[in-house]
C-alpha cells in the first residue's frame, strides 16, 4: 500500500538506518549537511542575540531600569537620524575607515610584492612584519598612547630632533585622526599582507615566465598576471578589514577617548557610551543596526563592484 | 655569469626587505625590550636602547610579594592555560566547521548561496559591545557563562565568517580538472577532498588559522565578560596592569605582552612554509 | 639574422648534472630538434637558450653575440610552452599581440600581424574567447601564434604537440613546418615523439643523460645511427639489436654471430673494422626482415606477439632470449609457432663493443 | 531584635548544628587596597556567628570595572554579594534594585551605629546617603539617624593634595631669584603650603618653567622642565574632579542633587563664579607640559611626568603617592615632599574645596538574611579600628575619625597630614543614575575648552543647556 502513496523514500516504513544514511549521502544533499554545523554554531551562539537586541532596538528599554520596555516603533531610529552629533560620528569614522583601509591596502600588499621571491633570511623577516597583527588591541593601544605622549613619547622625540619642539600629535583632530589611522593601519597591514601573499605564491611560475620571454614590462607583467590572481583576495582583506575598521573602538578610547572635544569618537564608541554609560540601550542596538545597515551598504558596493568588473572583463 | 630566475632575489632584497622589516617591527621591539626595564628607563627620554636589563618584570607576573614580602603565585600561569586552551580548541573547532562549510559553498551550492554568505558576514559587522547583554543572558539561560564550553563556541563563532570566506575564495581558484580526473579513477567524495582538494588550499588552510588564532588570542571584552575567575584568559590580566596605583605597570604590561607573543609566533613560524608553499605543482590552470 | 650557438653548456643542480658539455649549432633558416627521452636535459637546455636557467658553464650566442648572462626578458626569444601558459584574464586575441608590444609596432602593423596569424592558425573564430573557453587544440594553436607572431632572434618549442590527440597533431605538424619555413629564423623544438622531430626538423640531436648521443638529419639519424641507443629509439617500429661477438675479422670477410647464428659479410664494405674476439651487436630494421626465404636466416624464433598496424603486421618473436621483430603484409603464423626469420639482402649494422656503429663504405657523409 | 532571636533559636536546635559554610563573593578593582582586604581577611578573619565563612574578592581591572560589574548588574547574574562601587554610581544601581538600603539593619546593630557616627561625615555624605544628604548636615543631625538611607561604607577613601620637589622649593638660590621676582617666599616645609593660593601656584608654574639648556637648582637640563600640572584629561573623570574643586572655591558649584527638583541648573553652572573659576583653571595649564594641549592630561600622566623628573609640582591622589616615593618607580623617591592643594581666598578666608574620590562598598539586594548578617559582619571587622589601622599602614586609607585623629596616623605615610586635613573639604559629584550622561558631555565639554576650540564660557553655557533639558526629561527638575 505505502509504495503507491507517493511518500519521498526517506520516509517509507520499511527504510533501515542505513537507508537514512544512504539519503543523507546522496550529493544534492551533500551541501546542506556539510553547512549545517557552522550555520548552526552560528545561529546559536551569534545570529539569536543579535535578534535579541534587534528587537531591543525597537523599544525604550533601560538596562537600568525596572520599568517594562515600552514599544517606541522607529523612535529610536527617528531621533539617531536626527541628531548630528551621531552624523558627526558616521564621518569621523568614514574617515578613519577611508584611511586605515586605504593605507592597509597600500602598506600590505607593498610588502606581500617585497616578500613574494624567496631570498635569504625571508622566514624571520616575515615573521618580524607578521607580528604587530599579533598584539591585543589593549596593548597596542596603551603603548601608541605613550609614543604620541609630547613628552615621554618616542614620535615627539623623534620629531623633535629636527624641530627642536615637543610635537603633540594628539592636539588637534586632524593629529589625533591620523594617530589612530596610523596605528591601526601599522597593526593590520600585515593581515593584507598575509592574504595577498596567499594569493602571489597561487601564480603559477610558467606565467611570469612566458612573461619575460615575451619582453613584457614589470608594470604588464602585475596587470596581466599578478593582479588578475590576488583581485579576488584582495577584495577578501578590503570587506574583512572595512567591516573590522568600522568597529573601531579599543585604540580610539585608549589613545584619545574620542578627543580632543569628539573629533576622533567613531560610532562604536558613541554606541559604547550610550549603551553603556547612559543605559540607553535600545538606542545604542539602534544606532548599532544603523552601523549594520551602513557596512552592509558599503560591502555589497565592493561585491557588486568586482563581480560587474568581472562580468564586464568575462563578456 | 649567471642571473636569478624572476622569483629568486639575493642579499639585495633581503637588505631592502630587512630595513622594511626592522622599521616595521620597531614598535614591537620597544614592547619586548621594555619587559627588561625597570619603570625610570622605560619611560627615560631620550629613550635608552642600553641599560641594565632586568627580569624583575617577568617575576612580577607569576609572583605576588603579599605585605610581609613572602612570594605567592599569581594565577598568570593558569591564564595562559585558559588562553592556549580557548584558542586552541575555538580556531580549531572553527577551521574544520568552516572549511567543511566552504568546500559546500564552492562545490555544492544552494539555492540562495550568496544570500548565505552575505549573512555569515554580517554577524560580523556589529560592534560586540551591543550584543553584550543579549550573550549575557543567552549565557546565562543555558548556564554557559564561566564556562569553558561557552566562551569556544562564542569565540568559534567569531572565527567562522573569515574561515568560510576565505577557504571558499581558495576552493573556486582550484582548478576542477584535477578533481573530476580523480573522481574519474574512483576515488570517493570524501578521498577526493582529503587526498586532492585540502593539499592544494594548504596556503589558504595556513593563512585562515594564523588569522583566526591572532583574533580569538587577543580577544578582550567578551573574555572579561563571560570568563569566571578560573577560566579567565590572559588578555583580561594584562589589562589589570593598568588604572592601579601608578597609570601603567610598563614593566609587567610588556613582560605578559611579550610572554604572550611567544606561542602566536612559533605557530606563524610553523603554519609560514605551508603559507609561502606555491601550489602550483604542474596542475593546468584556467 | 643569424645562428644560434651552444658551446661546451653544461648544467648542475647541486651534484646533479642535467646537462654535461653540449655543442649546438642551428643556423639562420634551420629547425633543429632535441629528441630524447624524458629527463635527458632537452627542455634544460631549451630554458638555457631561452635565458630561463642560467648556464652552469659555457656560453649560448645569438649571431655571436654572447648571452648567456642576460635573462630571457633581455634575449628576445620566443618561447611556446609545453603547458601553453596562456594569459588567463586576456582574451585570444590579447595573448597573441600581447609579445608584440615590445616590439614597438604601430597599431596597423600589429593588427596585420595578427590577421595574418589568425588566419594560418584558423583561429578567427576564437579571437574573443578566453583560455578557459578554448580546446586543447586550439589552445596549443594559440600558443604557437603567440610564438611566431613575433620576429625575435630564435623560435623555441617545448613539446608543442604532446598535448594533443594524433588526428589533430598530424595536421598541426604540416603547418607549423610550412611556417617555420617562412620565417627564416633559428628555431630549436623539443619533443619525446621521434616522428615528430623526423618530420619537423631539419637536424635532429638525439640526447641521453645530458649529453648529445648524435646530430644529423632525419635520414642520417635514421641510416646510420651512431650507437644502439640512437638506433633503438628512431624510426617505428623499433630496430632489432642482437647481441653477439665478432668472430672473425679476416682481409676479405668479416664474420659475426652468435653460437646459434653466423654472419659472413664482405670486409670491403667495412670502412672502420671490428676486432675479433670482441662483443658486437647486429641491428636490423624490421621492414629489412621478413618470412620469405633469402639472405641470412635465423632460425627457432618462436612467435610472442602479432600486432596489427594498418595495412601491415608487427610480428614479435623470441629467438633464443632476444627480441626480433618483423613487419610484413602477409599474414602472420599461430602464436608459439617456430619460425625462420630472413635478413634478404639488406646489410645490417654492425656496433663494437661500445655500441658505437662501425662506418661502412658508401655512409652518406 | 531578629538577630537575637536568630541566635536564641540557634541555641534550641542545640550546638549540633553544623557551622554553616558561606561565601561572601566580592567583585573589586585589582589593586592595593583591595588586595590587601583580602590577604587580611584570610589571615585574620574570623566569623563572629561561628560560620565558616570565606571573603573571595573577584579582582576585576579598574578600567573595565564598570563595564564588568554593569554587566553582571543588569544581566540578573547575582554572582555578588558585595560590590565596590564608585560613590557616584550609587543612584543608578540603587534605584535599579542591585544595592540593599541599610537602615534596619544598622538600627538592630550598635556597632554598625558607632561606626556610621565615627565615621567622617563627607564620607557618609558622599559614599552611604541617597538621596544624597550634604556633610554639614549629617554633621548638624550628629552620626546615625533614620532619617538618611544609608547604603554603602568606606573601602578606600582618598583626596587629592600637592606633590613637589622640595629640593627645588627649598633651594637657596631658587628661593632668591623667586623672592626677587614675585616678593615672596617658596613653600619649603609641607606647612608652608597652607597659606599657598591659586596665584602663587601660578607663579611656581612660571618662575620653574624652564627649556632644555637652562639651569633648575644648579644644573643644566638637558630636557625641558615645566612648573606645575593638575589633572586635565578626557577620559573618565580625570577633568570633572578638578574642575569642581574650582567651581566651590570660587563660590559657585554644580546642580544641588540635595534639593531637588527646586535647584536650578541654568544660572548656577554657567553663573559668573563658575565662569571665573574654569578661565583660572585653563590658564594655569600654560605652564603644563605639552600634553596638556591634546586633553589626554590625566592622573597617570602627571603621575609619570612628575616621576620622571619633570615636573616641579602636581596636584594628584593620595591612592597615587605610594609609587612617587618608591625608588623602584620614581626618580625622585627621596626629594618628595607633600603639602595641601592651594586655595582661594572666598569672603575673608581660604577655601580649599575638592571633590572627593575613592571607593564605597556596598550589599547587594539579593542575599538572604543569614549571608546579610555574615556580610555586615565583615564590614563591622573592616572597619574595625586595629583593621583600619593596618590598613593605613599598609598603604590604604581611612574614613574612621579615631583613627584619623591616632596621633601616630601621621607618621605611618608621609602625605597622611595632608589626606587628614583635606578631607574636611571634600564634596562630591552627583549620585543620581544620570550622572553618567551629565558626566560624559561635561568631560567633552571641558576637553574642548582645555584644547582651545570654545571658550570656558561657551563650554559652561553647552553644558548647562544640556543639564537642563537632560534633567527636566528626567522629571528631577521644575
Request: glycine content about 8%; proline content about 5%.
Amino acid at each position: 500500500m505505502t509504495s503507491d502513496m507517493h511518500l519521498p523514500p526517506a520516509f517509507t516504513t520499511q527504510r533501515s538506518a542505513r537507508g537514512i544514511l544512504q539519503w543523507l549521502n546522496a550529493p544534492e544533499r551533500r551541501g546542506p549537511l556539510l553547512v549545517a554545523p557552522a550555520i548552526l554554531t552560528l545561529f546559536l551562539v551569534n545570529i539569536l542575540p543579535l535578534l535579541w537586541s534587534f528587537g531591543l532596538s525597537f523599544f525604550n528599554y533601560r538596562a537600568n531600569r525596572q520599568a517594562a520596555p515600552r514599544f517606541d516603533g522607529l523612535d529610536n531610529y527617528g531621533d539617531l537620524l536626527t541628531d548630528d552629533r551621531v552624523w558627526e560620528r558616521f564621518v569621523t569614522t568614514g574617515m578613519i575607515v577611508a584611511g586605515s583601509v586605504g593605507l592597509q591596502l597600500i602598506i600590505g600588499f607593498g610588502l606581500a610584492l617585497l616578500f613574494a621571491k624567496k631570498f635569504p633570511l625571508r622566514r624571520i623577516l616575515l615573521m618580524l612584519v607578521l607580528t604587530p597583527m599579533m598584539l591585543s588591541f589593549v596593548s597596542v593601544g596603551i603603548f601608541f598612547k605613550l609614543f604620541y605622549d609630547p613628552s615621554l613619547g618616542l614620535l615627539s622625540w623623534i620629531v623633535g630632533q629636527f624641530t627642536g619642539e615637543p610635537f603633540a600629535i594628539l592636539a588637534t583632530p586632524a593629529g589625533a585622526i591620523s594617530a589612530i589611522v596610523i596605528a591601526d593601519a601599522w597593526m593590520w597591514s600585515p593581515f593584507v599582507m598575509l592574504l595577498v601573499l596567499a594569493g602571489l605564491v597561487s601564480v603559477p611560475d610558467y606565467l611570469y615566465e612566458a612573461a619575460h620571454v615575451d619582453r613584457a614590462s614589470g608594470w604588464r607583467r602585475f596587470r596581466t598576471i599578478t593582479l588578475p590572481y590576488v583581485k579576488g583576495l584582495i577584495l577578501l582583506a578590503l570587506l574583512f578589514r572595512t567591516i573590522e575598521t568600522f568597529k573601531t573602538f579599543d585604540l580610539v578610547y585608549l589613545i584619545t577617548a574620542g578627543g580632543p572635544g569628539s573629533a576622533t569618537e567613531t560610532v562604536a564608541v558613541y554606541a559604547y557610551r550610550l549603551g553603556f554609560q547612559n543605559f540607553r540601550t535600545s538606542e545604542a542596538s539602534a544606532l548599532a543596526y544603523l552601523i549594520l545597515f551602513v557596512v552592509i551598504v558599503l560591502t555589497s558596493l565592493y561585491l557588486y563592484l568586482v563581480n560587474r568588473r568581472d562580468a564586464e572583463a568575462a563578456s | 655569469m649567471t642571473f636569478r630566475k624572476h622569483n629568486e632575489g639575493g642579499w639585495g632584497q633581503t637588505l631592502v626587505s630587512g630595513a622594511i622589516g626592522l622599521i616595521y617591527f620597531a614598535p614591537v621591539f620597544w614592547m619586548v625590550l621594555t619587559a627588561f626595564k625597570t619603570r625610570q628607563d622605560a619611560l627615560a627620554i631620550p629613550p635608552k636602547l642600553f641599560f641594565t636589563p632586568t627580569l624583575e618584570n617577568f617575576r612580577a607576573v607569576f609572583f605576588d610579594t603579599t605585605s610581609s614580602g613572602e612570594l605567592v603565585a599569581t594565577d598568570a600561569w593558569l591564564y595562559f592555560v585558559n588562553s592556549a586552551f580557548i584558542a586552541g580548541a575555538s580556531v580549531l573547532l572553527a577551521l574544520i566547521l568552516g572549511t567543511l562549510a566552504a568546500y559546500a559553498f564552492s562545490r555544492y551550492p544552494l539555492r540562495g548561496n550568496d544570500t548565505y554568505l552575505f549573512i555569515i558576514l554580517t554577524t560580523r559587522m556589529l560592534p560586540p559591545i551591543v550584543v553584550i547583554i543579549p550573550i549575557f543572558l543567552l549565557f546565562r539561560l543555558t548556564g554557559l557563562s564561566g564556562t569553558y564550553i561557552g566562551i569556544i563556541l562564542l569565540y568559534t563563532s567569531f572565527n567562522l565568517p573569515f574561515s568560510i570566506w576565505m577557504m571558499k575564495s581558495f576552493f573556486d581558484d582550484l582548478d576542477r580538472e584535477v578533481e573530476d580526473s580523480a573522481r574519474m579513477d574512483g576515488s570517493s567524495d570524501w578521498a577526493v577532498f582529503r587526498r586532492i582538494v585540502l593539499p592544494q588550499v594548504a596556503a589558504g588552510l595556513a593563512a585562515t588559522m594564523v588569522f583566526a588564532l591572532i583574533l580569538t588570542w587577543n580577544e578582550f571584552i567578551f573574555a572579561l565578560l563571560l570568563t569566571g575567575t578560573e577560566s579567565r584568559t590572559v588578555p583580561v590580566a594584562l589589562a589589570s596592569t593598568v588604572g592601579g596605583s601608578v597609570g601603567v605597570e610598563w614593566g609587567k604590561l610588556s613582560a605578559m605582552i611579550t610572554l604572550f607573543l611567544i606561542p602566536v609566533v612559533i605557530v606563524t613560524f610553523v603554519l609560514q612554509n605551508q603559507l609561502l608553499r606555491g601550489v602550483t605543482f604542474g596542475t593546468i590552470r584556467r | 639574422m643569424s645562428a644560434l650557438t651552444v658551446q661546451r653548456v653544461t648544467k648542475t643542480f647541486g651534484d646533479f648534472t642535467a646537462v654535461s658539455d653540449i655543442d649546438l649549432t642551428v643556423a639562420e633558416d634551420e629547425v633543429l630538434c632535441l629528441l630524447g627521452p624524458s629527463g635527458c636535459g632537452k627542455t634544460t637546455t631549451l630554458r638555457m637558450i631561452a635565458g630561463l636557467e642560467s648556464v652552469s658553464q659555457g656560453q649560448i650566442l645569438f649571431g655571436g653575440e654572447e648571452v648567456s648572462a642576460k635573462p630571457a626578458q633581455h634575449r628576445n626569444v620566443a618561447m611556446a610552452f609545453q603547458f601553453y601558459a596562456l594569459y588567463p584574464d586576456l582574451t585570444v586575441g590579447e595573448n597573441l599581440i600581447f609579445p608584440l608590444a615590445a616590439e614597438g609596432l604601430s597599431k596597423a602593423e600589429t593588427q596585420e600581424r595578427l590577421d595574418g596569424i589568425a588566419d594560418t592558425l584558423h583561429l578567427d573564430s576564437v579571437l574573443q574567447r578566453r583560455p578557459h573557453e578554448l580546446s586543447e587544440g586550439e589552445k596549443q594553436r594559440v600558443a604557437v601564434g603567440r610564438c611566431i607572431i613575433r620576429r625575435p632572434n630564435a623560435f623555441l618549442f617545448d613539446e608543442p604537440l604532446s598535448r594533443l590527440d594524433v588526428a589533430l597533431r598530424e595536421d598541426m605538424r604540416g603547418s607549423i613546418r610550412r611556417i617555420l619555413a617562412t620565417l627564416n629564423r633559428p628555431t630549436v623544438i623539443v619533443t619525446h615523439d621521434q616522428l615528430e622531430a623526423m618530420t619537423m626538423g631539419d637536424r635532429i640531436a638525439v640526447m641521453r643523460d645530458g649529453r648529445i648521443e648524435q646530430v644529423g638529419t632525419p635520414q642520417d639519424v635514421f641510416d646510420h645511427p651512431a650507437n644502439t641507443f640512437v638506433a633503438g629509439f628512431i624510426g617505428t617500429p623499433q630496430m632489432s639489436l642482437l647481441d653477439g661477438r665478432c668472430l672473425d675479422a679476416g682481409e676479405t670477410q668479416v664474420t659475426v654471430g652468435t653460437d646459434q647464428m653466423r654472419w659472413t659479410l664482405p670486409a670491403s664494405r667495412f670502412a672502420d673494422m671490428p676486432r675479433t674476439g670482441e662483443a658486437a651487436t647486429v641491428g636490423f630494421r624490421p621492414r629489412a626482415a621478413s618470412l620469405t626465404p633469402g639472405g641470412l636466416a635465423l632460425g627457432g624464433c618462436r612467435l610472442v606477439l602479432s600486432e596489427h598496424m594498418g595495412a601491415e603486421k608487427l610480428l614479435h618473436f623470441d629467438w633464443h632470449g632476444q627480441a626480433v621483430r618483423v613487419l610484413t603484409q602477409d599474414d602472420a603464423p599461430q602464436i608459439d609457432e617456430i619460425c625462420t626469420v630472413y635478413l634478404g639482402d639488406a646489410a645490417p649494422h654492425v656496433f663494437d663493443n661500445n655500441g658505437i656503429r662501425l662506418r661502412m663504405k658508401g655512409d652518406r657523409q | 531584635m531578629k538577630k537575637y532571636l536568630l541566635a536564641c533559636t540557634a541555641m534550641f536546635i542545640g550546638s549540633t548544628a553544623m557551622a554553616e559554610e558561606i561565601v561572601i563573593r566580592m567583585a573589586a578593582p585589582d589593586w592595593g587596597p583591595t588586595r590587601f582586604m583580602q590577604e587580611h581577611a584570610n589571615e585574620t578573619y574570623s566569623a563572629p556567628s561561628g560560620n565558616d565563612v570565606t571573603l573571595e574578592i573577584d579582582f576585576i581591572p579598574w578600567p573595565n570595572f564598570f563595564d564588568r560589574v554593569n554587566a553582571s548588574l543588569n544581566s540578573g547574574e547575582q554572582r555578588y554579594q558585595m560590590i565596590v562601587s564608585d560613590s557616584q554610581w550609587l543612584g543608578n544601581f540603587i534605584e535599579a534594585g542591585h544595592f540593599l538600603r541599610l537602615n534596619d539593619y544598622i538600627e538592630e546593630s550598635d556597632e554598625l551605629q558607632a561606626i556610621m557616627a565615627d565615621l567622617h561625615p563627607a564620607l557618609v555624605a558622599g559614599y552611604s546617603t541617597y538621596p544624597h544628604v550634604p556633610a554639614d548636615e549629617i554633621e548638624a543631625l550628629g552620626g546615625y539617624s533614620p532619617e538618611m538611607n544609608y547604603y554603602g561604607f568606606p573601602q578606600f577613601p582618598d583626596n587629592y593634595f600637592t606633590y613637589y620637589r622640595n629640593d627645588l622649593f627649598c633651594d637657596e638660590g631658587e628661593n632668591a631669584a623667586f623672592q626677587e621676582t614675585y616678593g615672596a617666599e617658596l613653600p619649603c616645609a609641607p606647612e608652608a603650603w597652607e597659606t599657598v593660593t591659586w596665584d602663587d601656584w601660578r607663579n611656581f608654574g612660571e618662575f620653574f618653567t624652564r627649556a632644555a639648556g637652562e639651569t633648575l637648582a644648579g644644573v643644566e637640563l638637558t630636557e625641558d622642565f615645566y612648573g606645575i600640572a593638575y589633572q586635565a584629561g578626557k577620559p573618565l573623570d580625570f577633568s570633572t574632579m578638578q574642575i569642581n574643586a574650582f567651581f566651590w572655591q570660587w563660590g559657585g558649584g554644580i546642580w544641588d542633587e540635595s534639593n531637588e527638583p527646586n535647584a536650578e541648573v541654568i544660572g548656577v553652572v554657567n553663573s559668573p563664579e563658575n565662569i571665573a573659576a574654569f578661565e583660572t583653571y585653563l590658564s594655569l595649564l600654560d605652564y603644563a607640559p605639552p600634553i596638556a594641549q591634546t586633553g589626554q592630561m590625566g592622573i597617570f600622566e602627571i603621575q609619570d611626568l612628575y616621576m620622571q623628573g619633570r615636573i616641579a609640582a602636581i596636584i594628584d591622589w593620595a591612592a597615587l603617592a605610594g609609587p612617587v616615593v618608591d625608588p623602584s618607580s620614581s626618580t625622585v623617591a627621596d626629594v618628595t615632599s607633600f603639602g595641601l592643594m592651594p586655595g582661594n581666598i572666598l569672603n575673608g578666608d581660604l577655601d580649599r574645596s575638592a571633590n572627593l574620590g575613592g571607593q564605597p562598598f556596598v550589599l547587594t539586594t539579593w542575599n538572604d538574611e543569614e549571608t546579610i548578617q555574615e556580610a555586615l559582619d565583615l564590614v563591622i571587622w573592616w572597619l574595625s579600628e586595629d583593621t583600619q589601622i593596618a590598613a593605613v599602614q599598609a598603604g590604604g586609607q581611612s574614613g574612621m575619625m579615631s583613627v584619623l585623629n591616632n596621633p601616630d596616623y601621621d607618621s605611618w605615610a608621609p602625605w597622611n597630614a595632608q589626606f587628614r586635613q583635606s578631607l574636611p573639604w571634600q564634596r562630591d559629584l552627583w549620585h543620581i543614575p544620570e550622572m553618567f550622561e551629565m558626566l560624559t558631555q561635561q568631560q567633552e565639554e571641558f576637553d574642548r575648552a582645555i584644547t582651545g576650540q570654545i571658550s570656558a564660557e561657551e563650554a559652561l553655557n553647552a553644558i548647562a543647556e544640556f543639564q537642563d533639558e537632560l534633567l527636566r526629561d528626567a522629571g528631577r527638575l521644575e
